[in-house]
């Protein structure tokens, strides 16, 4: 009788691991007949990681991003006004933009390119692995402050009144970087494994 307990107890247990790898094999197979996703965070080079200053590259993303946030930050501080804004005010409102937080910005991979990603690009809703932190937020603040010694903040908030955009201006005239003879892009390199 005892080994009739013993082979039971044995068939018990061979019959739920092979119910196991059943399962495991069917879901396989629906994955591969669905199709998956994978993601990985985009590779990094020493210039990426390591440097100070925005990758050239990134230049025309790292614009938009600034003239975005000057643009919401105009449109919040102008928006029940009836008088124009007074120097001390405009000086305010752009330094208030290039101290805030840029956290929430960093790189992704989208379509084979390295992009910024953050609100006021498109690239923020594309489906992918931001890596955020580290030396982007720096990077994001001195261009701010570059372009606010360039131009002026008095120059910037004219051209916000005017019918021409801060991104036309700062980002797409001939000396900004997305325009097409500035315009320069990095394709994403694929010498990681994916998991």
Known sequence: MAATVDCSALLL???FVLVLLFTICARAQQEQSLGSIKFSGPDVNSEESESMHMPDYLKCDACRIIAYQFTEKLKKVTKKRTKPLSESEIIDTFEEVCESSWD????????????????????????????????????????????????????????????????????????????????????????????
């Not at 390295?114 to 994001?140: N, Y």
């Not at 001195?142 to 910037?156: F, K, Q």
């Open 13 to 15: 247990h061979v019959s």
């Open 104 to 195: 929430d910005y960093g790189i992704k991979e989208v379509d084979g390119l390295k992009r910024l990603s953050g609100a006021g690009l498109e690239t923020k809703d594309v489906p992918g692995v931001m890596q955020g932190g580290g030396k982007w937020p720096f990077r994001l603040k001195e261009m701010c402050y570059n372009y606010v010694g360039n131009e002026g903040e008095e120059e910037l908030y004219d051209v916000f009144k005017s019918k021409t955009t801060l991104e036309k201006f700062l980002c797409k005239e001939a000396n900004g970087p997305c325009h097409p003879k500035n315009r320069k892009l990095k394709k994403a390199e694929k010498d990681k494994e994916e998991l």
